[in-house]
């Protein structure tokens, strides 16, 4: 989980600084429309919220990273909340993923040793087959 929300967040650092480096990237991957769709409204006034919240906007998230290092966002108030939001994303994923073990676990409990004998028997039957192979067709 923390080698997950680690290169999460070197990916996201990554992105930013390019921003911060080269603020012409905007004109040459013209990102003018993803600006133009973050400064309307409530955006602008609750940056921290765009920070923590880039991680699940899918499609824009690497290239929002590239608009904040451009809009010359500060730079450790972006790593703390970096690193926080990126915690927040992978902890909803494990929590997500450990429900659904959980309740395929429970779905299937009754039907485990019955799916456990039909692949024995589906592998008693294969064993047979090439036997026989062996041994008619040698």
């Known amino acids: ?7 999460s967040f070197i990916s996201f650092e ?13 004109k040459r991957l013209q990102l ?5 769709f973050l400064t309307r409204g409530r955006f602008v006034r609750f940056r921290w919220l765009v920070v923590l919240s880039m991680r699940f906007l899918y499609g824009i998230r690497n290239l929002t990273a590239l608009w904040l ?14 690193l926080i939001g990126g915690l927040i994303w992978i902890s909803i994923w494990f929590l997500i993923f450990f429900l659904f073990r959980t309740l395929a676990l429970q779905y299937y409990q ?28 040698p």
């Not at 989980?1 to 290169?7: C, D, E, F, P, Q």
Request: aromatic share 14%.
């Open 110 to 137: 009754s039907y485990i040793h019955t799916i456990r004998y039909l692949y024995l028997a589906a592998l008693g039957v294969f064993l047979l087959w090439k036997l026989k192979k062996l041994i008619i067709d």
């Open 14 to 26: 990554f992105y930013y600084i390019m921003g911060r480096i080269s603020p012409v990237i905007l």
């Open 69 to 82: 290092g451009t809009q010359k966002y500060p730079s450790l108030r972006y790593l703390l909340l970096n």
């Open 1 to 7: 989980m923390l080698i997950s929300a680690a290169l």
């Open 32 to 36: 003018h429309k993803l600006e133009k």
